[in-house]
């Protein structure tokens, strides 16, 4: 089977919607065809300051969250990313091997240390990029599944697999991303031309999943649409209602063709009270899910654990390799 990983930040409260749809969708699918890695990056959630009581809490909720979307700890190995040492020393490695240009014009390094200012923005967030690189090649991933935002650091991936294999030979796999068109960038409800995220200037464009469904229903009844009345699929002319027919078309199963016809005629308030409902319908039941395996913390630990035993035999064994050609004296 082909192997996939992809990891997710332990980020405070809850999933937004675009990791769901963007990412951790495809997660679930994608565990029955593949040899499926998933990580809580709690090492990347670090690049910014967090409080640890928090970090710890948030690593859980993270896990149980995955688990509530439908990972099988029967069918994939699901860990945190600090149980797995070999992340941290893969990474020094990559370090060594990417040119602080190379590593300079990673967009989203850019963006967020704009957000921060300079002085703020630590030397881990600009190295963010490059463990990712080897949370990647550690698993020796043919693909990757995550949104379009993620895209240039697979392609880094992709350039450092193959630097290394070229200097040292063939030593990790050249991983591919695996974005899916349809849900590679949802947008933010209230300005649909920006991607959903958690730095949203408006709380009013980011669906939560564990909000109170009733909170949910209210942001999708106020979604910003445009001033015509046609529910057509076009998302140059029609951002937000484009993003609404994404959104309903993905959590339904139903094409967007279909969903044009259904609503040929009707105003975009029949749209928006019937998609209010399939993801009130979507997120009552996975909040109650998340809560039971929050409710037994002695389980999700158990499953955690024991993925990360799975995790740390590909890893070390990787890490092993690499250290082999690199020319570092065995310790024996
Ligand atoms: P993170 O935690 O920011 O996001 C998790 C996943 O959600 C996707 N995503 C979206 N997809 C579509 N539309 C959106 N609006 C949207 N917002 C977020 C992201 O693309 C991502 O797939 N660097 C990664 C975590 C990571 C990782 C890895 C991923 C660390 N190591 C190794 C893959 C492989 C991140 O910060 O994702």
Known sequence: RPRVLSGIQPTAGSFHLGNYLGAVRQWVALQESHDAFYMVVDLHAITVPQDPKELRANTRLAAAQLLAAGLDPERCTLFVQSHVPEHAQLGWVMNCLTGFGEASRMTQFKDKSAKQGSDRATVGLFTYPILQVADILLYQANEVPVGEDQRQHIELTRDLAERFNGRYGQTYTVPKPYILKETAKIFDLQDPTAKMSKSTANPKGLINLLDDPKATVKKVKSA?????????????????????????????????????????????????????????????????????????????DSILAKGAEKARAVAAETLATTYERIGFLPAK
Request: charged content about 25%.
């Open 224 to 300: 910003v649409t445009d001033t015509e009345m046609e529910i057509r699929f076009d998302p140059e002319a029609k951002p937000g209602v484009s993003n609404l027919l994404t959104i309903y078309s993905t959590l339904t199963g139903t094409g967007i063709a279909e969903l044009e016809q259904k609503y040929a005629g009707k105003g975009y308030g029949a749209l928006k009270t019937d998609l209010a409902e399939v993801m009130a319908e979507f997120v009552t039941p996975f909040r109650t899910r998340t809560q039971e395996y929050l409710d037994d913390p002695e389980t999700l």
